[in-house]
Nanobody
Framework: QVQLVESGGGLVQAGGSLRLSCAASGIILKINSMGWYRQTPGKQRELVAV???????NYADSVKDRFTISRDNAKNTVYLQMNNLKPEDTAVYFCNAHGVRIGAIFNAWGQGTQVTVSS
């Protein structure tokens, strides 16, 4: 079983920065992609950013030029550097990883970390 553990959320003023981390553990053969999603009450979970094993990245238009996703393949860890945060970035942020473990592919989710941006 693959587990994802997130850290780095919190409360910050508008214009501030936060860095989220997510570490995957378990018997993992390969992680193809890792990403961050976010969700607010009453809304669907939405993609924030994703990075492939080949370091190809994709961002939601709303976070381009403000957020940067990166990964450390040796540590099975993905990061999300969030700069110039806005109140509309307030949400629960979830880490996701898709890859291969012994005997099966996996699509794992973290427990979520709260990010609150005050105006």
């Amino acid at each position: 079983q693959v587990q994802l553990v997130e850290s780095g959320g919190g409360l910050v003023q508008a214009g501030g920065s936060l860095r989220l981390s997510c570490a995957a553990s378990g018997i993992i053969l390969k992680i193809n992609s890792m990403g961050w999603y976010r969700q607010t009450p009453g809304k669907q979970r939405e993609l924030v950013a994703v990075i492939t094993s080949g370091e190809i990245t994709n961002y939601a238009d709303s976070v381009k030029d403000r957020f940067t996703i990166s990964r450390d393949n040796a540590k099975n860890t993905v990061y999300l550097q969030m700069n110039n945060l806005k109140p509309e970035d307030t949400a629960v942020y979830f880490c996701n990883a898709h890859g291969v473990r012994i005997g099966a592919i996996f699509n794992a989710w973290g427990q979520g970390t709260q990010v609150t941006v005050s105006s």
